[in-house]
């Protein structure tokens, strides 16, 4: 690892503060410090350039004893810091349609951006949505990253054939739904009420309602709901490594509200925009959690 320098060579112009000095001394301290100052258990320290952290905090009356390291590889501090550790680089999460853009470097934070025929509305993208296509008529304006497809507006007639090609498939649909509903039906009415229903079937089914729920407005209100030894019993039975839990646990060691959310927003990523909210649902119900369930999905279908 390396040790930063802390200083800025300068002529030793003044001599140490006395008695009635010890603003004058303060301020010299300061200007030793090529990267600005922190304030320590009383003491004036050094602060730590961008792409390194504080190993060791300095001593007192010597701000420039502060000892720096460089971030390890996937880790950055964005500017001079007094922080004891380095932040975790963003990933870019496939899962919801995302890929790197700009590279996390030592001093910068990845950014992401959406795939190739995917674009994202939101200022901080989190999901990505895909691209409209324009079906034969003029595009406008192409999709981008930040944007979607503008298309050509129809005339009246094209308004009026895509109108009845709508409904038309919307009554097949309808005649479908309607149809499996009844063979359902018929298939519970054949088995007769008393055959007990196979449970974990039940709970590893996926519910079409609940795909595509974007759960990361909600998550607060999960980790409010769960606690976190649900969170974290959540974390682990979907395959988190116990050294990753851990690893948010240690980012927040104060806060217990923020460690759920950071280890929710693991899991949440895992998971993937399709399938996180089934998969949430199916599990709080395998683990006896199924009054927490019914409230959360009511929660998310109110908005």
Request: aromatic share 6%; hydrophobic share 25%; with cysteine.
């Amino acid at each position: 690892m390396k040790v930063s320098e802390v200083l800025v060579t300068r002529a030793s112009r003044d001599g140490p503060p006395g008695a009635d000095g010890s603003r004058a001394g303060a301020r010299r301290k300061r200007q030793e410090c090529r990267y600005g100052d922190y304030n320590h258990k009383d003491n004036i320290c050094c602060s730590c350039p961008a792409g390194e952290y504080v190993e060791k905090h300095c001593t007192q009356n010597n701000p420039t004893s502060t000892k720096c390291l460089k971030c390890d590889e996937g880790f950055y501090t964005a500017s001079s810091n007094s922080l004891e550790s380095c932040e975790r680089c963003r990933s870019c999460n496939e899962n919801l349609l995302q890929e790197v853009e700009i590279n996390c470097t030592y001093t910068k934070n990845a950014e992401c951006k959406c795939m190739e025929g995917h674009y994202c509305a939101e200022h901080e993208c989190k999901s990505c949505l895909p691209c409209d296509k324009c079906d034969g008529r003029k595009i406008v304006q192409p999709c981008t990253n930040k944007s979607n497809t503008i298309c050509e507006r129809q005339d009246q007639r094209t308004d009026h054939s895509t109108a009845i090609a709508v409904a038309f498939a919307v009554l097949i649909i309808l005649i479908a739904l309607l149809s499996m509903t009844w063979c359902i039906w018929k298939k519970k009415c054949t088995r007769g009420p008393l055959q007990p229903p196979d449970e974990p079937d039940e709970y590893d089914k996926m519910n079409p309602l609940l795909r595509d729920i974007d759960l990361s407005p909600h998550l607060y209100t999960i980790v409010d709901e769960l606690g976190h030894k649900t969170v974290k019993e959540l974390a682990i039975r979907s395959g988190i490594a116990q050294a990753t839990i851990d690893m948010h646990v240690d980012s927040y060691p104060n806060n217990i509200r923020e460690q759920c959310y950071n280890i929710l927003k693991d899991w949440y990523e895992r998971q993937g925009l399709e399938n996180a909210c089934n998969v949430l649902n199916n599990e709080l119900r395998k683990m006896g959690q199924k009054t927490s369930a019914d409230k959360l999905i009511q929660t998310f279908s109110k908005h």
